[in-house]
């Protein structure tokens, strides 16, 4: 199967695709096999919402769930396996892909619980518990950017474990979460780990900061309505401009000699949520190298019939279009919008919407549980 001219020139053009979907029917039907043979699909990420919408949304997880339940599992011992099974069967499709590219694509994301977003130790312990449990040195193991998730990555990182840092809104942040990560590979280093083997992700999360920032435009008016759909793009550049700095540094410098690999920017959300903008406006923009690309299949679908790679930008461009960002940010700052605000609350409703999807799951798992009387 060839694979789409749309697609190989994003493969090509330094940004490697992930699907932002899992589903047991994607596993079982071949559909994920698919999507790797003809759209340049290298790997996949996953998040509550996803799970839970896989699992309400079809009858493909009922006989595994009766099973569970029968062997003596609670509600959150049945999700725990269902997640972990369909994570690790994932794994197991790209497992080939991962060797070939040495571990840089071929990765699967799993995300600790919600719950424990805003408690270190309890995040630590899961992402143990869930890179043991899928078994496949092909796992990635989700870390919300949270300031209580900032040490669980040193952490995790430290142990070898590789990890894809999520919710991340603000450079500011990022730049917090570059520190965890090479802290991460330093401790690493001292225990005497194989730092080749370590790969990390940031995932910064696109469509949520133009919905938020054009609201707040849209109530001041006036010329600030110039700004509109210019937001969030702009925060993409200006943290790939992060990721050329940091990552050309001597310090980053003198840990690539022991075999460490960067930490790619991840542009997660880029599925558009305002119908005015280009349905590909968020993987046109940032076809940045290197990056991943996490895509909902919609979007995925509409790069590949009508979607642009020709902006490539490089870490050699990656300044300019920092200092274009930062002119932007201060024509937002005199519009009126509190940017700090807006960051700190889009991780805090990141957090909220997957701690609510968890507990949409929890309902759904347990709503199937056998009637004693049955």
């Given at each position: ?20 979907d899992?589903?047991r ?19 996949v ?12 949304g079809s ?8 099973g ?18 369909d ?34 130790d309890?995040t ?5 518990r ?15 950017a949270?300031l209580?998730?900032l040490?669980a ?22 730049e ?24 990390s ?32 793009v ?32 991840l ?48 870490v ?18 005199e ?24 507990g949409e ?14």
């Amino acid at each position: 199967m060839a694979q789409n001219p749309n697609t190989q020139a994003l493969s090509d053009a330094g940004v490697s695709i992930w699907l932002d979907d899992l589903s047991r029917h994607r596993l079982t039907s071949g559909g994920l096999k698919d999507l790797i043979a003809s759209k340049n699909v290298v790997g996949v990420t996953t998040n509550p919402s996803i799970f839970q919408g896989a699992i309400s949304g079809s009858k493909d997880y009922d006989d595994a769930i009766a099973g569970l339940y029968a062997d003596g599992r609670d509600v959150d011992g049945i999700i725990e396996a269902l997640t972990t099974d369909d994570v690790r069967d994932a794994c197991d499709v790209f497992m080939d892909l991962y060797r070939s590219t040495q571990g840089y694509d071929g990765r699967v994301s799993i995300e600790v619980d919600p719950r424990h977003a805003n408690d270190t130790d309890a995040t630590i312990e899961q992402a143990q518990r869930l890179y043991d449990l899928v078994d496949r040195e092909n796992v990635m193991i989700k870390i919300p950017a949270t300031l209580e998730g900032l040490p669980a990555i040193t952490e995790v990182i430290s142990r070898g474990i590789s990890v894809n840092v999520t919710l991340i809104f603000s450079v500011a942040r990022y730049e917090e979460v570059i520190e965890a990560y090479l802290e991460g590979l330093e401790k690493a280093a001292e225990a005497g780990r194989d730092l080749a083997t370590i790969h990390s992700v940031a995932s910064f999360f696109i469509s949520r900061v133009d919905t938020e920032i054009d609201k707040r435009l849209e109530e001041i008016g006036g010329d600030a309505l110039e700004l509109l759909g210019k937001a969030a793009v702009a925060n993409g550049r200006a943290a790939f401009g992060l990721y050329a700095r940091e990552f050309s540094s001597e310090r980053f410098g003198a840990l690539k000699e022991k075999g460490a690999n960067v930490q790619r920017p991840l542009w997660a959300s880029t599925g558009v949520k305002n119908e005015d903008y280009s349905d590909t406006l968020y993987v046109d923009e940032l076809v940045t190298d290197p990056a991943v690309n996490t895509m909902p299949e919609k979007t995925l679908d509409a790069f590949a019939d009508h979607g642009d790679a020709s902006g490539r930008l490089t870490v050699a461009s990656a300044a300019d279009e920092e200092e274009k960002a930062e002119e932007l940010f201060d024509r937002l700052a005199e519009a009126g919008i509190d940017l700090a605000d807006v960051f700190a609350q889009l991780e805090s409703e990141g957090v909220s919407k997957f701690v609510d999807a968890w507990g949409e799951l929890l309902d759904t798992v347990g709503s199937a549980r056998p009637s004693e009387n049955a």
